[in-house]
T-cell receptor, first 114, second 115 residues
């Protein structure tokens, strides 16, 4: 079984500041990890994914995440926040024994202040 | 790539009525997923298909819920005898087969409101 915990349901940063959204996972088998962004009344858009190989993953819109097995974490960062980054962000895990479902965290709402 | 399309975008109905939602996946994707999302929570898995075969169903999918993908293309999700607790956003996603590294592409969802 897999689970995801996103620490902090709301994060607020100033424009130009570092964005850090936290995600910890639990999985009995090697995980596949994903970050998605959701704007109001829209579906989820993939930001980046970790499958195997390099632990630092770069995604779209300047976001990146680092897989740390020892800490069971997959935190999302962006060096400089932009107003357009304001949205809800979801971390998800899929086990390589089950190609079907993704298990999502409860999300973190990012607010960017001018 | 026209993306995943869901219809209708919004559905308002009275408790006890039946509703049906449709999902058209990306054309070359043979996997199709249904999720439910309530306010303040992440999407919860309901079921998924590979081609026309329904391969997994969540315990969340009570016997009032049924999903079909008759020709391996579009899918429908029907809820019978709707209840207040069914109010949620219903999301459809599709992907290529080939393992969990294949990302899921999501539609914009159908928001269901039960009066």
């Amino acid at each position: 079984a897999q689970s995801v915990t996103q620490l902090g349901s709301h994060v607020s940063v100033s424009e130009g500041a570092l964005v850090l959204l936290r995600c910890n996972y639990s999985s009995s088998v090697p995980p596949y990890l994903f970050w998605y962004v959701q704007y109001p009344n829209q579906g989820l858009q993939l930001l980046l994914k970790y499958t195997t190989g390099a632990t630092l993953v770069k995604g779209i819109n300047g976001f990146e995440a680092e897989f740390k097995k020892s800490e069971t974490s997959f935190h999302l960062t962006k060096p400089s926040a932009h107003m357009s980054d304001a949205a809800e962000y979801f971390c998800a895990v899929r086990a390589n024994t089950n190609a079907g479902k993704s298990t999502f965290g409860d999300g973190t709402t990012l607010t960017v202040k001018p | 790539d026209t993306g995943v399309s869901q219809n209708p975008r919004h559905k308002i109905t009275k408790r006890g009525q039946n509703v049906t939602f449709r999902c058209d996946p990306i054309s070359e994707h043979n996997r199709l997923y249904w999720y439910r999302q309530t306010l303040g929570q992440g999407p919860e898995f309901l079921t998924y298909f590979q081609n026309e075969a329904q391969l997994e169903k969540s315990r969340l999918l009570s016997d009032r819920f049924s999903a079909e993908r008759p020709k391996g293309s579009f899918s429908t999700l029907e809820i019978q005898r709707t209840e207040q607790g069914d109010s949620a956003m219903y999301l459809c996603a599709s992907s290529l087969a080939g393992g969990p590294n294949q990302p899921q592409h999501f539609g914009d969802g159908t928001r269901l409101s039960i009066l």
